[in-house]
């Protein structure tokens, strides 16, 4: 069993900047796939980041590409979403999620999932 904790969110202006991490219990961290998505009161879960085991495959949504970048480091089994250029439609709580298989995918057909971290951004 992998368990996802997220840490790094809060409350930021708009135009600012936060960085979430995701620290993982597996010992097998490097053949996860790591994904980051968001989910707004009322909305469906979203997609936002999502890492290959090495690190060498990113993939973004379309409304945060440019301003968010995704990394790992494989030695601190953690991901990280650092998130810039903070607007108030960016608010939502933000899930950490993991694949087993190692595919890399946009869908929220991951295996693992984090409790979640709130990220609130004010006008």
């Not at 010992?27 to 890492?51: C, D, H, L, N």
């Not at 950490?96 to 298989?101: K, T």
Request: overall charge positive; proline content about 2%.
């Amino acid at each position: 069993q992998v368990q996802l904790v997220e840490s790094g969110g809060g409350l930021v202006q708009a135009g600012g900047s936060v960085r979430l991490s995701c620290a993982s219990s597996g010992r097998t961290f490097s053949r996860y796939a790591m994904g980051w998505f968001r989910q707004a009161p009322g909305k469906e879960r979203q997609f936002v980041a999502a890492i290959s085991g090495t690190g060498g495959s990113t993939y973004y949504g379309d409304s945060v590409k440019g301003r968010f970048t995704i990394s790992r480091d494989n030695a601190k089994n953690t991901v990280y979403l650092q998130m810039n250029s903070l607007t108030p439609e960016d608010t939502a709580v933000y899930y950490c999620a993991a694949r087993g298989d190692g595919v890399v995918l946009t869908t929220t057909t991951y295996h693992y999932w984090g409790q979640g971290t709130q990220v609130t951004v004010s006008s």
